[in-house]
């Protein structure tokens, strides 16, 4: 089992709905937990950080964490072409001083 | 402008020549990483270091070697490179190593290809 999966999609949707990305983890102690965006040949940028349990919403943006579950989402209103890219979601394992990444899943958002 | 630099963003060798990417961050963060990204693959890590002086292997180390003898500055070292080392790597910085909820900051990223 990965310790951090992700649907690799293209996950399309129309330009104005909501985006769901999802995230599952395999190490139940695992403490922090973000969401980066990568555009294609790009560097990754941090745009959502969480580790409690419920949301956590930044502008268009909410970050969703359930630990019980071991998924993390993130979910972005209001879709614009410009959030098309690849979300990379990564998980902090429990007594490690790193972060261990997905393989990240592509939207694409239809103008 | 809080940044992590890394140089060059493109490099062509040939196998076996010893090459150096050089990553510096202005941040002053005590943790710097190197990460490899392939397709399909995602971001694998290579090597991390926690302080000056003090490194340690990621999930990828063969073939590399890092050195932090000052703060900002984390250089990859591909000693003789091969052509399964061709990829698109990222140098990352952050105050802790991903604890606390603090993130990384990424370099530019290093496009090499060994031939």
């Known amino acids: 089992q990965k310790e951090v999966e992700q649907n690799s999609g293209p996950l399309s949707v129309p330009e104005g709905a909501i985006a769901s990305l999802n995230c599952t983890y395999s190490d139940r102690g695992s403490q922090s937990f973000f969401w980066y965006r990568q555009y294609s040949g790009k560097s990754p940028e941090l745009i959502m950080s969480i580790y409690s349990n419920g949301d956590k919403e930044d502008g268009r943006f909410t970050a969703q964490l359930n630990k019980a579950s071991q998924y993390v989402s993130l979910l972005i209103r209001d879709s614009q072409p410009s959030d098309s890219a690849t979300y990379l979601c990564a998980v902090n394992p429990r007594g490690y001083q790193k972060v261990t990444f997905g393989t990240g899943t592509k939207l694409q958002v239809i103008p | 402008e809080a940044q992590v630099t890394q140089n060059p963003r493109y490099l062509i060798t040939v196998t076996g020549k010893k090459l150096t990417v050089t990553c510096s961050q202005n941040?002053?963060?005590?943790?710097m990483s190197w990460y490899r990204q392939d397709p399909g693959l995602g971001l694998r890590q290579i090597y991390y270091?926690?302080?000056?002086?003090?490194?340690d292997k990621g999930d990828v180390p063969e073939g590399y070697k890092v050195s932090r003898k000052e703060k900002r500055n984390f250089p990859l070292i591909l000693e003789s490179p091969s052509p399964n080392q061709t990829s698109l790597y990222f140098c990352?910085?952050?105050?802790?190593?991903?604890?606390?909820?603090?993130?990384?900051?990424f370099g530019s990223g290093t496009r090499l290809t060994v031939v």
């Open positions: 990352a910085s952050s105050p802790l190593g991903g604890t606390g909820g603090h993130g990384y900051t």
């Open positions: 270091s926690m302080n000056v002086e003090v490194t």
């Open positions: 941040m002053n963060h005590e943790y």
